[in-house]
């Protein structure tokens, strides 16, 4: 039997199979997917209406949105499924066809089978047969029934029943939709649950600005509105970060139309007092939530900084500078211009500021509005500039970019500092001077201003004619130009002034202010008066300042420093002995020697510094005027004192540097040893200089301070000045003494008004009582007095024996008269008001006082008569020199002019009658300006006022001043008497050229 070979279906049976194939697949198609659509909505609406009624969390609401995503996926496989279990197959498809249509002789089944082929049995005219029989058959049937529509109609009543169902609802509730579906798309944004409330929220006003007040309303609608609510803040991903409650709002304050439904309504309202950003919200309740709103907040300009920078008038010269500007507000000089920046918050489009003079501006009197210009490059800054023209104040509002003007302003003072006058002041010498008539006398003036100083003058008068006006050379002590000094000599001299004449001047600075309206401001000094007096004058007032203690205390001390230089020089020679020798011979010396030669050097060096300092203290005092008759051979010694210590002075330098010369020798011959073949004569010219130095004050006698001779003329100058010193100082007491008896004159002539009176009324009684007091503090002094000559006596005992003895036997006199005894009883009974009696004693201790008068007169002949034979040393004077001298010395100790009890170091207290300027004097020599240094006190040294406690009072009493004395300008208690007529007729004169 030959093999059948394939040969495809006929197209009829293929045709039949195929579109029965399509029918099935469109029905199996329509209810596979009506199933998956009905389960897959029932499954939505069961998620819709479980959230509605649950509020799902965020996370069940995920869970869920999976599980849909499962059903979903589920009936897509399901519909993949159905659809690859129908897909075209000829022999299932025949099956089908003749069990639908009926075909019991299977026919289309074996032709299927046959055309795909059979084995080598068959037979192949069978074969075609049948295949040919199955293709007839198959071009004659119907397919009208085909497929089961069963499952479909029941899928698409399923589908339709759950649509429905969703409508019913959705015609029902649509909020289950609205608001589940967001959330279901969105679980993790914010989207409100569904809830049957209503919620209607309102943000006044409609526009926010930043720092406004914002009020939000809340009516919240439904059948059963809450009692509470409350706002949720959220952030960005919408994630509460705060909340808040709200304040419900009584039903009167609804509108009418919303009033009638007050009962299922509510209406909550929140303030916020000060927006500051835009934030989203929701009003949440018990019976639900609302959906998200937005406070939009709009921003308004802001101050971030604020600073000032001053650019001050070009007269000034100052650097621009700037400053913080706040609330304190701006202090400048007037005429600056106040450049101002602003930063804002936000970019500008400009703003304003407004200065307000102030009401005692005469110049301005209306407000005037400078704009500001915001920085093209830089919108949030903005510049202006204002003019500081006077006092006032200033406030600044700012404009945003879309005109919203700032909410705050920044205001404050403004202080327009005018420019100062200048100020002057004439710093030495004081007010009024006296100055003599060979003198130059110069004056330093200062000058300040809050700005600068453009120049200084000076005016001056002679006797009050011929004022002129000089200009000044200034200079600036630093950097600082606002403070300027100046000076101008007077040359008396050249000016032709004689004693008796007056000058006055002042001096005047300018400032540099550019006024266009005028000149610069200007300041004068107080008016400064120079008296010009003889050059007798001056030294007489000189020697008030430095009497015959202060040449001896000044002596001591230059004695003192050449003692101090002899010790140092002693040492020197003693330590250069050792090395002397080997230094001759030019031998190398040991680092102990080397040692020793370093600290000579320095001991030559102390020595050579000290010695200088003393040569020069020498000279500037033999270049000060005499003013006594001793100081010409004084001076001739310190002359001679002076040039032989700068011998000695040379001497020590040069041994010095011959000693350094030959350190720096050594060095360089331990680092380079042998190298230098000049060492040992350096060692010699050492030893040379050294020798020098010794043999300089080893010359004869007179050739050295250190000269035999020398020492012996120093300490007889020593005795000669202490015993002028101790006679002043006697014959000081006497004067004291002298004035206590004028003193006690003077108060019993004012007892003696009461000599005749037997009562005494209240007012008498009150007085006799004052003189009783009066003649208390007298005996005090006179106490005080005799205790201080009987000290001075015994001091004095050794170089004045005869005037020691006169001063002892007054003091004992004083004793043996018991004038004190007098003295006390004068005070005891004017006090008890028995004042003729009180007068009986006190005219009895003025007549016992005044019995006193030769003696003092005598104790004051021996001191001048016994100083005679003394001064023969080497302060030797004439006879007239030795009387000259006492009267010098007497002039000392009371010249008229100065005033009892004052220093007259201090530069003031010397005082022109009639005046109440306080004078000083200078002159040549500079001694005024020295005096004080050496602890004087009241015109005598330490010594002199040890054991002298009340000299202050001595020196002030006025017990005893007549009136005519009294109103005399002239006029000092303590005063010689011999001096008072000179001294009254000499300050009447000056008074009397003052007027």
Same mark, same amino acid.
């Given at each position: 039997m030959s093999q059948i070979t394939f040969t495809g279906i006929p197209s009829n049976l293929d045709t039949l199979l195929r579109r029965a194939t399509s029918r099935l697949l469109r029905v199996a198609m329509g209810w596979s997917t009506a199933r998956a659509l009905w389960v897959l909505l029932l499954v939505v609406l069961s998620m819709l209406l479980l959230d509605a009624a649950l509020h799902f969390a965020a996370w069940v609401r995920i869970s869920l949105n999976l599980l849909l995503l499962a059903v979903v996926l589920g009936g897509l496989g399901y519909i993949a499924w159905v659809l690859y279990a129908m897909r075209h197959?000829?022999?299932?498809? *025949?099956?089908?066809?003749?069990?639908?249509?009926?075909? #019991?002789?299977?026919?289309?089944?074996? /032709?299927?089978? +046959?055309? /795909?082929?059979?084995?080598?049995?068959?037979?192949?005219?069978?074969?075609?047969?049948?295949?040919?029989?199955? $293709?007839?058959? *198959?071009?004659?049937?119907?397919?009208?029934?085909?497929?089961?529509?069963?499952?479909?109609?029941?899928?698409?009543?399923?589908?339709?029943?759950?649509?429905?169902t969703i409508l019913i609802v959705f015609i029902s509730a649509p909020g289950v939709f609205y608001a589940g579906i967001p959330r279901y798309l969105s679980p993790t944004a914010y989207n409100p649950p569904f809830t049957t409330l209503r919620f209607d929220v309102q943000i006044k006003p409609d526009r926010v600005l930043y720092g406004q007040r914002a009020t939000i309303h809340a009516g919240i609608f439904g059948g059963n509105a809450p009692s509470q609510a409350s706002i949720v803040f959220v952030d960005d991903e919408d994630q509460a970060t705060e909340r808040v409650a709200m304040s419900r709002t009584p039903v009167s304050s609804l509108s009418p139309e919303r009033r009638a439904t007050a009962a299922e309504s509510s209406l909550f309202v929140l303030t916020i007092d000060k927006a500051e950003q835009t934030r989203r919200f929701y009003i949440e309740t018990p019976g639900g939530q609302s959906k998200l709103y937005t406070l939009e907040v709009f921003p308004v300009p802001q101050f971030m900084e604020s600073s000032v920078r001053f650019v001050y008038p070009a007269y000034t010269a100052w650097p621009s500078d700037g400053q913080r500007l706040d609330a304190n507000g701006i202090r400048v000089l007037e005429g600056t211009d106040a450049a101002i920046t602003i930063t804002s918050n936000i970019n500008l489009s400009g703003g304003a500021l407004t200065f307000t003079p102030s009401g005692d501006n005469e110049e301005l009197t209306e407000a005037i509005t400078y704009e500001l210009t915001a920085r093209t490059d830089e919108p949030t800054i903005a510049d202006v500039t204002l003019p500081i023209r006077g006092d006032g104040e200033f406030s600044i509002t700012l404009r945003a970019y879309d005109g919203t003007p700032s909410n705050d302003q920044l205001a404050g003072a403004i202080d327009a500092v005018p420019d100062a006058r200048p100020r002057i002041d004439i710093t030495d010498p004081p007010q009024t001077v006296m100055v003599p008539e060979n003198?130059?006398?110069?004056?330093?003036?200062?000058?300040?201003?809050?700005?600068?100083?453009?120049?200084?003058?000076?005016?001056?008068s002679v006797n009050g004619w011929g004022s002129s006006t000089l200009g000044l050379a200034t200079a600036s002590p630093s950097e600082d130009k606002s403070r300027t000094n100046g000076a101008y000599t007077f040359d008396l001299p050249a000016l032709g002034?004689?004693?008796?004449?007056?000058?006055?001047?002042?001096?005047?600075?300018?400032?540099?202010?550019?006024?266009?309206?005028?000149?610069?401001?200007?300041?004068?000094? $107080?008016?400064?008066?120079?008296?010009?007096?003889?050059i007798e004058e001056f030294l007489e007032y000189e020697r008030t300042k430095y009497r015959i203690d202060d040449i001896n205390e000044e002596f001591e001390d230059i004695t003192d420093q050449l003692n101090d230089l002899a010790e140092q020089r002693e040492q020197i020679l003693e330590e250069m002995k050792p090395l002397l020798e080997k230094l001759k011979k030019g031998e190398p010396l040991t680092d102990q020697e080397k040692q020793q030669l370093e600290a000579l050097k320095q001991k030559l060096a102390d020595f050579e510094a000290q010695a200088a300092e003393l040569r020069k203290q020498l000279e500037e005092r033999a270049k000060m005027p005499e003013l006594y008759e001793i100081e010409k051979p004084y001076t001739d010694m310190l002359k001679k004192l002076a040039e032989d210590l700068a011998k000695q002075e040379q001497k020590a330098r040069e041994a010095k540097e011959a000693l350094e010369e030959l350190q720096k020798q050594e060095q360089q011959e331990l680092k380079e040893p042998g190298q230098n073949a000049s060492l040992p004569q350096t060692r010699k010219s050492a030893a040379v200089k050294l020798e020098e130095f010794a043999k300089e004050g080893q010359q004869p006698d007179g050739q050295?301070?250190?000269?035999? #001779?020398? =020492?012996?003329?120093?300490?007889?100058?020593? #005795?000669?000045?202490? =015993?002028m010193e101790m006679a002043d100082r006697l014959m000081s007491h006497l004067d004291e003494l002298a004035a206590i008896i004028e003193a006690q004159r003077s108060l019993e002539q004012r007892l003696s008004v009461f000599e005749s009176k037997e009562e005494l009324d209240a007012a008498e009684q009150l007085r006799a009582r004052e003189l009783g007091t009066e003649q208390q503090e007298l005996r005090k002094l006179l106490e005080q007095t005799k205790e201080d000559m009987?000290? *001075?006596?015994?001091?004095?005992?050794?170089? +004045?024996?005869?005037?020691? *003895?006169?001063?002892?036997?007054?003091?004992?006199?004083?004793?043996?008269?018991?004038?004190?005894r007098d003295m006390n009883d004068a005070t005891r009974l004017a006090s008890a008001g028995e004042a003729r009696t009180a007068h009986t004693a006190s005219d009895s201790a003025a007549d016992k006082l005044e019995s006193l008068i030769t003696k003092c007169e005598e104790c004051k002949n021996q001191g001048q008569g016994q100083g005679q034979g003394q001064i023969d040393g080497p302060l030797k004077l004439t006879p007239e020199q030795r009387q000259k001298m006492m009267q010098q010395m007497a002039q000392a100790r009371g010249v008229p002019g100065t005033t009892p009890g004052n220093n007259p170091g201090s530069g003031s207290g010397y005082s022109q009658g009639g005046s109440q300027a306080p004078m000083s004097v200078r002159g040549p020599g500079g001694r005024s300006d020295d005096r004080g240094k050496r602890g004087r006190?009241?015109?005598?040294?330490?010594?002199?006022?040890?054991?002298?406690?009340?000299?202050?009072?001595?020196e002030s009493i006025d017990a005893g001043v007549s009136e005519s004395r009294e109103a005399s300008s002239g006029y000092i208690v303590g005063v010689p008497e011999e001096f008072r007529d000179e001294a009254e007729a000499y300050f009447r004169r000056i008074a009397d050229e003052n007027k």
């Open positions: 197959d000829p022999r299932r498809a *025949a099956i089908i066809v003749e069990q639908r249509l009926g075909i #019991e002789n299977s026919q289309l089944i074996n /032709a299927v089978q +046959l055309s /795909a082929g059979s084995g080598p049995q068959q037979s192949p005219a069978l074969v075609q047969a049948a295949i040919h029989g199955g $293709d007839e058959l *198959a071009g004659s049937l119907e397919l009208k029934n085909i497929a089961d529509t069963a499952p479909l109609k029941r899928a698409m009543r399923n589908l339709a029943l759950v649509i429905f003198h130059v006398l110069k004056v330093q003036i200062a000058a300040d201003d809050d700005v600068g100083i453009s120049k200084m003058q000076l005016t001056r002034v004689a004693p008796g004449d007056v000058i006055t001047y002042f001096a005047t600075a300018y400032d540099n202010r550019a006024d266009p309206n005028g000149p610069n401001q200007s300041a004068d000094s $107080d008016l400064h008066v120079i008296q010009v007096i003889s050295s301070p250190f000269g035999q #001779e020398m =020492q012996e003329q120093v300490e007889q100058t020593k #005795e000669q000045l202490k =015993q009987k000290a *001075a006596a015994e001091e004095a005992e050794e170089l +004045l024996p005869k005037m020691s *003895a006169s001063a002892k036997d007054i003091v004992q006199k004083i004793d043996d008269l018991a004038v004190v006190r009241n015109g005598r040294s330490d010594q002199a006022n040890a054991g002298s406690a009340d000299d202050s009072a001595r």
